[in-house]
């Protein structure tokens, strides 16, 4: 065995931490070659390597052949692979409970259940025993990973449609129509939007600086309200907005067409 001080253990030790799965061992399987006569006890005494690691390092230098690491397999196992059934038992329980995602920009699928009742329902339905189940917060994690996110419900559902509503938007469409066509008319969609507060509020804006900027934790009592109003030419598509101080009572509304 050739001696080495400890500033070259260090050294030693210190480059084979940097190295994972097969290439820690070749490393070790070499070092233990050249310093430790290819035995894999000294190894580990002196360098406080797992014999098994070495040897098996040792083993693949001589035949050539890797092993291949089954991290995956290690750790516990996920509750799903634990209880087969699980998973068709949960879609079964949370398909009738479920809907898409209105705004359709995703493929994820909405449920209304909650994980603790998904786990009552388990246990009242599909036979399990409580003491088998995982906690609320483990259905949760499972609903997540096989595509089910808790939202709110969203007001997507369109209402009733009435016999009239066809007749009405013919009526809107053919009046449209007349006014384009009409070059002593001009058609104008006009609209208000949402008041913003004045002051010193986030209003969840960014910046890029060094620092942020600072706005106070609550938008309360602001200084004014601006209220803007929008004129839309809908054949040019010429948009003008104005700003106003006060609400958008009529008064406000023929001003800002006076002004346009």
Not at 39 to 66: D, H
Not at 103 to 108: G, H, Y
Not at 144 to 172: A, C, H, M, T, W
């Amino acid at each position: 065995m050739i001696k080495m001080d400890n500033k070259v253990k260090a050294i030693i030790k210190n480059a084979a931490q940097k190295l994972t799965g097969y290439k820690r061992r070749e490393y070790q399987a070499e070092i233990t070659l050249e310093y430790f006569e290819g035995n894999a006890r000294k190894a580990e005494r002196e360098m406080g390597w797992g014999r098994e690691c070495v040897e098996k390092g040792l083993k693949e230098l001589e035949t050539g052949i890797r092993c291949i690491d089954n991290y995956q397999g290690r750790g516990r196992k996920r509750t799903e692979d634990k209880i087969p059934s699980l998973i068709k038992d949960i879609i079964s329980l949370a398909e009738p409970q479920t809907q898409a995602d209105p705004a359709v920009k995703s493929s994820l699928t909405y449920t209304r259940i909650t994980s603790k009742a998904m786990r009552q329902a388990l246990i009242d339905e599909k036979g399990y025993n409580d003491d088998d189940l995982p906690t609320d917060d483990t259905i949760g994690n499972i609903l997540n990973r096989i595509g089910y996110n808790l939202k709110r419900v969203q007001k997507s559902k369109p209402l009733k449609k009435i016999k009239q509503v066809d007749e009405i938007f013919e009526n809107v469409w053919e009046a449209n129509r007349q006014s384009d066509e009409n070059p002593e008319s001009l058609r104008i969609s006009i609209d208000a939007k949402a008041k913003v507060n004045v002051g010193e509020f986030s209003r969840n804006g960014k910046s890029r600086d060094r620092e942020p900027k600072k706005a106070g934790d609550h938008d309360m009592n602001p200084k004014s309200k601006l209220v803007p109003y929008g004129i839309l030419n809908v054949l040019t598509g010429l948009l003008t907005i104005f700003i106003g101080t006060s609400y958008e009572t009529s008064d406000f509304i023929v001003d800002c067409i006076e002004m346009w």
